[in-house]
């Protein structure tokens, strides 16, 4: 059973352009979403993250925008640049903290 | 900053073979975690741990074996290799100092032929 689930699975966007990746979760016991950013090679590192207190968080270029009714979330990747092509991961954990479940992934590609 | 090391980086098993994947880190975590990830199926949790003693199963934990003797280590064992264990695997760790923001180590990439 896919607790989140991410799309889409691959993005293309032109620099300067924005990037919006979504992601749905059904347990609502989830209170912690973060998002990851993966290069080739390296392990996931932590881009993002916000709790159902709050709707939009914000910095720099990247934001996660919350509906906590509707159980989605998404990443906003404003002024997309190509060093930003990578995989990004969102990710929902419960109020412990101890158990991070992942969307699949979207691979971002953003051309100059 | 080491943050979270992992060795090896890389591994060729043979099917039946036994092997440990090392985790340690350095920032007194009390939650560590092993994923493998796999092409399309993004990371899947095999077990995980929020204290020293303290283990418990995640969503594909058969043919795995964890422990946790000290907070720093994490130690992951394969205790009969198998080709459907081929994947990369990586070891996270975090805790409430860090609200729970996960760092993962650079990951080891396993294959059993």
């Known amino acids: 059973q896919q607790q989140v689930k991410q799309s889409p699975q691959s993005l293309i966007v032109q620099k300067g352009g924005i990037s919006i990746i979504n992601c749905a979760y059904e347990?609502?016991?989830?209170?912690?979403f973060p998002w990851y950013q993966q290069f080739p090679g390296k392990g996931p590192a932590l881009l993002i993250a916000?709790?159902?207190?709050?709707s939009e968080k914000k910095e720099g270029r990247f934001t996660i925008s919350f509906n906590k009714s509707a159980k989605q979330f998404s990443l906003h990747i404003m002024d997309s640049q190509p060093g930003d092509s990578a995989t990004y991961f969102c990710a929902a954990s419960n109020n412990a903290g101890n158990m991070l479940t992942f969307g699949g992934g979207t691979r971002l590609m953003v051309k100059p | 900053n080491a943050g979270v090391t992992q060795t090896p980086k890389f591994q060729v098993l043979k099917t039946g073979q036994s092997m440990t994947l090392q985790c340690a880190q350095d920032?007194?975590?009390?939650?560590m975690s092993w994923y493998r990830q796999d092409p399309g199926m993004g990371l899947r949790l095999i077990h995980y741990?929020?204290?020293?003693?303290?283990?418990d199963q995640g969503e594909v934990p058969n043919g795995y074996n964890v422990s946790r003797s000290t907070t720093e280590d994490f130690p992951l064992r394969l205790l009969s290799a198998a080709p459907s264990q081929t994947s990369v695997y990586f070891c996270?760790?975090?805790?409430?100092?860090?609200?729970?923001?996960?760092?993962f180590g650079s990951g080891t990439r396993l294959t059993v032929v």
């Open positions: 920032m007194n975590h009390e939650y």
């Open positions: 996270a760790s975090g805790g409430v100092r860090d609200s729970y923001g996960y760092t």
């Open positions: 741990s929020v204290g020293a003693g303290i283990t």
């Open positions: 347990n609502t016991a989830f209170d912690y």
């Open positions: 916000i709790r159902p207190d709050v």
